[in-house]
């Protein structure tokens, strides 16, 4: 129903307002200490603008799959359907049907992406970090694609310019039974780092007519990652990688504008922005804690005025993992 999908967003941003509003006073923060009252006020602030932030995405996902939900005038009229034969009557209500399912799928994930992402920005408030029992095996090939599929792109033009390479596709996906580059972690929390980074490259598309996004995998020691950082005159080290570890690592590589080496430093602090008028400066500081919670970590590699590469490190499962993981995709 268009009435109530023009509601979703009204929904979210109550329940957003009212777990700022719970938060604020389990904090119990009070008039009467100005100093503990500013510095509250200042991160509640910072909540509310990257929950709504955040939601963006979602939102415009949303959107998109409303508006694009419509009923052809001539399937809808009278003397046209008369004039149809019984095949052409079944093949009309199954096209229909079917795209109509496809974006329902595709509002329900939206949906259920934006209070997963409102539910995961409250918790790292808190300071709660990611439990490992609520991870799963994860295929990186399919949960890419389909992060891809559900970012809310501007355009046609706008999707064009993210490429993955074929090293993506014939490394991490064998078979849907038989995946090689599994991790273990939670899908929204990887589609949250994975929208950030596609956004964060984007938000320069406008004044770069041939800004491409190329995403591509590979696979490096421990050792060897944090030795190559360390002498990186281009790269932001501080790495909680294990030498003696295997890393299955995702690269997202854009042509945009690069980050100024003061800023590359401390790209991953606390409200920390490398220039973006609408950033809050908390979304890569949660892609760093949430990749250091699935046992990896993030950095970014960038030369100023030339191009910016983050690096996703996923520690390489044991060869029990890897049994265990292909029974959970057989049974899924």
């Known amino acids: ?54 939601l963006r995405n979602p939102l415009s996902a949303i959107r998109s799959s409303a508006s694009i939900i419509d009923i052809n005038p001539k399937n809808a009229d009278v003397n046209e359907l008369n004039k149809m034969s019984k095949e052409q009557l079944v093949k009309l209500l199954s096209n229909d049907t079917k795209e109509i399912l496809e974006h329902k799928s595709h509002l329900n994930k939206s949906v259920n992406l934006a209070n997963a992402i409102i539910d995961m920005t409250l ?53 849907k039974n038989n995946p090689i580059f599994i991790f273990k972690g939670i899908e929204t929390a990887f589609y949250y780092i994975f929208f950030n980074l596609i956004k964060n490259a984007l938000y320069y598309a406008k004044d770069r007519v041939d800004l491409t996004i190329t995403i591509s995998s590979s696979n490096v020691l421990g050792k060897d990652i ?16 294990k030498p003696e570890i295997n890393y299955n690592i995702i690269h997202i590589h854009d042509t945009g504008p690069g980050i100024a080496p003061e800023v590359l430093q401390k790209l991953f602090g606390d409200f920390v922005t490398s220039g973006k008028s609408e950033g809050t400066g908390l979304g890569l500081a949660f892609c760093k804690r949430t ?42």
Request: aromatic content about 10%; glycine content about 4%.
């Open 123 to 175: 918790a790292d408030l808190s300071g709660k970090k990611i439990s490992e029992s609520d991870f799963t095996y994860i295929n990186s090939s399919k949960i890419i694609n389909e992060a891809i599929d559900l970012y809310a792109f501007k355009s046609v033009s706008e999707r064009e310019r993210v490429k993955i390479n074929s090293d993506v596709i014939n490394s991490i996906n064998d078979s």
């Open 226 to 241: 944090l030795d190559q950082a360390k002498n990186n005159i281009y790269s932001s080290n501080h790495l909680k990688l």
């Open 291 to 332: 990749m250091i919670d699935f046992g990896g970590d993030i950095n970014c590699e960038s030369e100023f005025g030339s191009w910016t590469r983050f690096n996703l490190y996923f520690p390489q499962l044991s060869d029990d993992e890897l049994v265990k993981a292909k029974k959970y995709f057989k049974n899924l």
């Open 1 to 54: 129903d268009q009435d109530i999908l023009r509601h979703i967003p009204i929904i979210i941003f109550t329940i957003c307002s009212a777990h700022v509003f719970t938060i604020s006073n389990n904090l119990g923060f009070s008039l009467a200490r100005e100093v503990k009252f500013s510095s509250i006020k200042k991160r509640l602030i910072s909540l509310a603008g990257s929950i709504a932030h955040e």
